[in-house]
């Protein structure tokens, strides 16, 4: 565990939190100090959920650990259980909590608690989010659910979607929608918007749908060997995947395979003349793996993009994201340090990103596109309105956001190219603000030169000729170049020798 300004995923009792707030019915019962209950702001602000969720504290200050903090814990356990009526609690301790070593599953054993009690064992300086939310699913679900008789109708429950997960939410509907056509109903979606008693009755289906497998392999695993229920091992993420999905769904239930691809859009623009803008483009991948797993195949097999890098920073997913790469020719990444992924993103200088709120940051300020295929996110990746990842729908989602940064990016450059026209040029200002001109701060204005180095006009112009996205390296290259040269002033040979040697 490292201290760091940024970082992909929380402590592992977040995870157990997603879980939590995900479901009706549950309460957990956290053990930690003041200040660690910062998390609530996670959903209320960044999901944007209209309550907060059933978590309760003990809030313990310095001062409580001269006393006992252990009967602080089984009065708020007891509190919890008064205040709430839950179906079930589950306990645990935060990370700062664990090193006092209370134990709240032990210690929960011994209170007249009602309702089934699952303890937590979530070793936070080992273990992060992912991690967290699946083992808490999979402790609910061992403690709950049981074998039954199937349902009459072929049924599946859909496993993996939490709260704060990436359009987890619109993915639910988009399956719902793709199983009904196959005549497939859907017995319980957990853990989002399950109860325990839900849980409970999970027994009935005829197979589980992994829509997620970073919160769910752990229960579906356990599920296939006590409850004889398959799982699906296909995310249905793009257009060839989700083929693949009714393919397997079918093979698993015996039904025909049926997919309505009417309102499908990515095929008929990839085989457009306009999509061949798009051929070829280099790209980078960082995400959790199941998205960039994901992600890799739509770039390559359906946009036609190159992939040029990929990785993941949960490291439960290295091994299946390092034979991924392998596969693409590519070394993979495997770190949950964002400035290494930076520093990578910059050696490779792709002409866009796909990644997570970090990678748009990090793409901001090297001057390449990006879009976000993957948690974390931030509150404009809680979309109010219907947009899935998943499915049909989810493909031409997928299409509207990989390609629009793209399309931006070559308006600018477009424009760029012909700065030197009456209506483009620098001190013409935009064409759509009646021509006035900038003014002397104007952001479009050169960056000031390194040192003593000097841009002459025409090297300055031919500068400009480069792509915006690859301009601001160019830019700095070329210095870098002329000043260990001893060259004083840039012309075009300079810039171009320059070029000839970083290229070697």
């Not at 930076?342 to 990644?355: A, D, F, H, S, T």
Request: charge should be negative; glycine fraction near 8%; aromatic fraction near 8%.
């Amino acid at each position: 565990m490292k201290l760091t300004v940024w970082t992909y995923e929380g402590p592992p009792h977040v995870g157990a939190m997603r879980v939590a707030t995900g479901m009706t019915g549950l309460h957990y019962v956290l053990h930690a100090p003041q200040g660690d209950t910062y998390a609530d702001l996670l959903f209320t602000m960044i999901e944007r959920r209209d309550h907060r969720p059933p978590v309760t504290y003990t809030t313990f200050q310095a001062r409580d650990l001269g006393s006992d903090t252990a009967d602080l814990f089984k009065t708020s356990l007891q509190d919890a259980y008064t205040r709430f009526e839950p179906e079930a609690l589950i306990v645990g301790a935060s990370c700062t909590a664990e090193l006092i070593q209370d134990d709240p599953g032990g210690m929960a054993e011994t209170m007249d608690i009602p309702v089934p009690v699952i303890p937590l064992e979530l070793p936070s300086y080992q273990r992060k989010e992912n991690f967290g939310a699946d083992e808490t699913f999979f402790q609910i679900v061992r403690a709950l659910a049981k074998p039954m008789d199937r349902t009459t109708q072929i049924t599946c429950n859909l496993i993996g979607p939490t709260a704060l997960g990436f359009r987890h939410r619109d993915d639910i509907t988009e399956i719902t929608s793709l199983l009904s056509d196959m005549g497939i109903s859907v017995n319980v979606v957990a853990p989002m918007t399950a109860s325990p008693s839900d849980i409970a009755r999970m027994g009935a289906a005829h197979f589980n749908v992994l829509m997620y497998p970073e919160t769910a392999e752990s229960a579906a695993r356990w599920m296939e060997r006590e409850l004889d229920q398959p799982y699906t091992k296909t995310v249905p993420i793009g257009v060839g995947a989700t083929r693949d999905f009714v393919a397997e769904v079918a093979q698993i239930t015996g039904l025909a395979p049926y997919l309505d691809e009417s309102r499908l859009r990515l095929p008929w623009y990839s085989k457009s003349v306009d999509s061949t803008y798009l051929t070829g483009k280099r790209v980078f991948l960082f995400g959790d793996g199941t998205h960039v797993a994901a992600a890799a195949r739509i770039a390559r097999d359906e946009m036609g993009f190159d992939v040029v890098g990929l990785g993941c920073y949960n490291r439960e997913m290295a091994r299946s994201i390092r034979a991924l790469a392998k596969d693409y020719g590519v070394d993979a990444l495997i770190t949950d340090d964002y400035l290494e992924v930076e520093r990578v993103i910059e050696k490779l200088q792709p002409e866009m990103i796909l990644g997570t709120q970090m990678e748009r940051h990090i793409g901001k300020r090297l001057g390449i596109p990006c879009a976000v295929i993957s948690a974390p996110v931030h509150v404009q990746d809680f979309p109010a309105r219907y947009s899935p990842q998943m499915g049909i729908e989810g493909a031409n989602v997928i299409f509207d956001t990989w390609v629009h940064p793209l399309v931006m990016g070559l308006e600018e450059h477009l424009l760029h190219m012909f700065r030197d026209d009456f209506e483009f040029h620098d001190a013409a200002g935009p064409s759509h603000h009646g021509g006035h001109t900038p003014k002397p701060e104007d952001p479009q204005a050169a960056p000031a030169p390194m040192g003593n180095v000097i841009w002459l006009e025409d090297a300055e112009r031919e500068l400009k000729k480069i792509p915006f996205f690859v301009r601001g390296k160019a830019r700095r290259n070329t210095e870098t170049f002329a000043s260990e040269r001893g060259v004083s002033e840039i012309s075009i040979d300079t810039l171009y020798e320059a070029k000839a040697h970083y290229a070697r």
